[in-house]
């Protein structure tokens, strides 16, 4: 019985072995296309997020930019003794409650001459906005002086005229279909024409606090809740979060208890915020009663929420410090609580900071939870501390996405801006102090 194997023969060898070498060449070829493939895939997809950001970031600036500018309407008020101060009296409280609206009013229709007619006289009392009043009382008060004077103020022009300045009213539409009519836009180009309408900067975006008239409202109840709250998370996760990470990787035992505390830390990291905001709705106002609105609250239920990112990131800066450390630490006699104090928690406080700032990023951005407790509240004084009514940046944005006038989608936008520089700085604090405080082992 024969071998059906034939043995292989010199030429065979020589024939297989180009053919091996070909086969070979194209893998290596295929390989390589494989790579430069999977290359482009992944810059493709980098140049897809870089695109939408950019449109995200180009689209904000040209809607808030607007913001940043508010009309403002030149007017020759007298203000007349007899309505300022009757009887003479000038206190605080006859000058609060003087009506400032007629003063207004009368110089309005002095300056563009309209006469006895209602119809007249509503249309150019609406040019007018209606917290204009406020900003005469404020010159007044700081300067009472000025009564029995005729003076030239600066006071906001209505939302609507303010659309129409920044070119976001359309003329061509018909009378009808426009929020001004016909005898108001003229009125307005005059103002403008005789330099008593012009776009200046809207310092009340960045002072005022909550109101229905857009060119009147502004985010500074906002930004001094949320710095208020943010004081709070770190006075309150900082320290309670490096306790707590110190006890669990130092001196805690290895059981199934610091198991099981170790999985659920790491499980409230994934929680939904709003599920935060719950408890805080029911442990600090329901059972300990605290004000509602309050930027302690919210920070309350931000820090529980921060808790377990701080406590993630503390433990591991602590792991990353080398043994070695603490074995000389202790070889020179030093006892384990001076160890951590004095070497293993200095060392590891790069990773700390980095994580609590990164925290501390995410609960600036909330909003559900905050919803929960009633930060939602119309806020126009500004809080004088932790414990006054406030609102939050995130909260503002909320506010006014889902108000009805066309000037908030300007300050929607704005306020957004605003959000994301916050954030763009706190992230970046972190990546600095990473780098600057970063030991290389």
Same mark, same amino acid.
């Given at each position: @019985?024969?071998?059906?194997?034939?043995?292989?023969?010199?030429?065979?060898?020589?024939?297989? !072995?180009?053919?091996?070498?070909?086969?070979?060449?194209?893998?290596?070829?295929?390989?390589?296309?494989?790579?430069?493939?999977?290359?482009?895939?992944?810059?493709?997809?980098?140049?897809?997020?870089?695109?939408?950001?950019? *449109?995200?970031?180009?689209? #904000?600036? #040209? =809607?808030?930019?607007?913001?940043?500018? =508010?009309?403002?309407?030149?007017? &020759?008020?007298?203000?007349?003794?007899?309505?300022?101060?009757?009887?003479?009296?000038?206190?605080?409280?006859?000058? /609060?409650?003087?009506?400032?609206?007629?003063?207004?009013?009368?110089?309005?229709?002095?300056?563009?001459?309209?006469?006895?007619?209602?119809?007249?006289?509503?249309?150019?009392?609406?040019?007018?906005?209606?917290?204009?009043?406020?900003?005469?009382? +404020?010159?007044?008060?700081? &300067?009472?002086?000025?009564?029995?004077?005729?003076?030239?103020?600066?006071?906001?022009?209505?939302?609507?005229?303010?659309?129409?300045?920044?070119?976001?009213?359309?003329?061509?539409?018909?009378?009808?279909?426009?929020?001004?009519?016909?005898? =108001?836009?003229?009125?307005?180009?005059?103002?403008?024409?005789?330099?008593?309408?012009?776009?200046?900067?809207?310092?009340?975006?960045?002072?005022?606090?909550?109101?229905?008239?857009?060119?009147?409202?502004?985010?500074?109840?906002?930004?001094?809740?949320?710095?208020?709250?943010?004081?709070?998370?770190?006075?309150?996760?900082?320290?309670?979060?490096?306790?707590?990470?110190?006890?669990?990787?130092?001196?805690?035992?290895? +059981?199934?208890?610091?198991?099981?505390?170790?999985?659920?830390?790491?499980?409230?990291?994934?929680?939904?915020?709003?599920?935060?905001?719950?408890?805080?709705?029911?442990?600090?106002?329901?059972?300990?009663?605290?004000?509602?609105?309050?930027?302690?609250?919210?920070?309350?239920?931000?820090?529980? @929420?921060?808790?377990?990112?701080?406590?993630?990131?503390?433990?591991?800066?602590?792991?990353?410090?080398?043994?070695?450390?603490?074995? $000389?630490?202790?070889?020179?006699?030093?006892?384990?609580?001076?160890?951590?104090?004095?070497?293993?928690?200095?060392?590891?406080?790069?990773?700390?900071?980095?994580?609590?700032?990164?925290?501390?990023?995410?609960?600036?951005?909330?909003? !559900?939870?905050?919803?929960?407790?009633? %930060?939602?509240?119309?806020?126009?004084?500004?809080?004088?501390?932790?414990?006054?009514? $406030?609102? !939050?940046?995130?909260?503002?944005?909320?506010?006014?996405?889902?108000?009805?006038?066309?000037?908030?989608?300007?300050?929607?936008?704005?306020?957004?801006?605003?959000?994301?520089?916050?954030?763009?700085? %706190?992230?970046?604090?972190?990546?600095?102090?990473?780098? /600057?405080?970063?030991?290389? *082992?």
């Amino acid at each position: @019985m024969t071998d059906s194997a034939l043995p292989m023969t010199v030429a065979d060898s020589a024939t297989s !072995a180009p053919r091996k070498l070909v086969l070979d060449k194209k893998r290596v070829r295929s390989r390589y296309a494989a790579e430069r493939r999977f290359r482009a895939y992944g810059i493709a997809a980098i140049a897809f997020g870089l695109f939408f950001l950019a *449109w995200l970031f180009v689209t #904000l600036i #040209l =809607q808030g930019y607007g913001a940043l500018q =508010q009309s403002k309407m030149r007017l &020759d008020v007298t203000l007349d003794a007899a309505t300022v101060a009757p009887g003479g009296q000038v206190d605080d409280n006859a000058l /609060r409650t003087a009506d400032y609206t007629a003063l207004l009013r009368t110089a309005l229709r002095t300056t563009l001459g309209v006469g006895s007619d209602r119809g007249e006289r509503r249309d150019a009392y609406a040019l007018l906005s209606n917290g204009a009043d406020t900003e005469l009382r +404020n010159r007044v008060l700081a &300067d009472p002086s000025l009564i029995g004077k005729t003076v030239s103020v600066w006071v906001s022009a209505a939302a609507d005229v303010d659309t129409l300045i920044k070119g976001q009213i359309s003329r061509d539409l018909p009378e009808n279909q426009r929020r001004l009519n016909d005898r =108001q836009i003229a009125w307005t180009d005059k103002l403008v024409a005789d330099g008593r309408l012009e776009k200046r900067f809207n310092t009340a975006l960045f002072v005022n606090g909550a109101s229905s008239d857009p060119e009147q409202a502004g985010m500074g109840v906002a930004i001094i809740g949320s710095l208020y709250m943010m004081l709070v998370v770190l006075l309150t996760a900082l320290p309670v979060g490096v306790a707590a990470a110190v006890y669990l990787e130092e001196f805690a035992p290895r +059981n199934r208890w610091t198991d099981l505390i170790e999985v659920n830390i790491n499980n409230l990291a994934a929680v939904p915020s709003i599920v935060f905001g719950l408890l805080g709705l029911a442990i600090f106002l329901n059972f300990f009663g605290m004000p509602r609105s309050a930027p302690v609250v919210g920070g309350l239920v931000l820090a529980l @929420m921060t808790l377990p990112v701080v406590i993630i990131a503390t433990r591991a800066s602590i792991k990353a410090v080398p043994p070695s450390i603490r074995e $000389a630490a202790l070889g020179v006699g030093a006892s384990k609580m001076q160890v951590i104090t004095h070497h293993v928690v200095p060392l590891a406080l790069p990773g700390i900071l980095t994580g609590t700032i990164i925290g501390m990023a995410r609960a600036l951005g909330e909003t !559900a939870p905050l919803l929960l407790i009633g %930060m939602v509240a119309f806020v126009v004084a500004t809080p004088a501390t932790p414990f006054d009514p $406030a609102t !939050a940046l995130p909260v503002q944005i909320y506010m006014w996405a889902g108000a009805s006038e066309r000037a908030f989608v300007e300050r929607t936008s704005a306020a957004i801006l605003i959000l994301l520089v916050f954030l763009i700085v %706190m992230n970046a604090a972190a990546v600095v102090l990473r780098r /600057r405080f970063e030991r290389r *082992w």
